[in-house]
């Protein structure tokens, strides 16, 4: 089977969850998806399972900033899914 990028229909199927992903898939999104810094700080703390309110105060940002990561994270992912 060849790869190929998933379609629109597709990807709103898929909900995606940091935290699910292996080590392996974690680290193909850090080169892959090019995260600015705070995107990849979000990341690294979203897969080590904590939540946006714990992210919130660890990364001194709003709970609002970091929802706004979240979604920049979830399409840059998307984009190389």
């Given amino acids: 089977m060849e790869w190929r990028p998933l379609s629109s229909e597709e990807k709103q199927k898929y909900k995606i969850k940091i935290p699910d992903f292996v080590e392996w898939e974690l680290d193909y999104f850090r080169k892959s998806c090019n995260f ?46």
């Avoid at 995107?39 to 080590?48: C, D, G, M, S, T």
């Fill in 36 to 81: 600015s810094d705070e995107e990849l700080a979000y990341f690294n703390l979203r897969a080590r399972g904590k939540s946006n309110v714990q992210i919130a105060l660890e990364m001194n940002v709003s709970e609002p900033k970091v929802s706004i990561l979240a979604k920049r994270v979830k399409n840059k992912i998307i984009k190389v899914l």
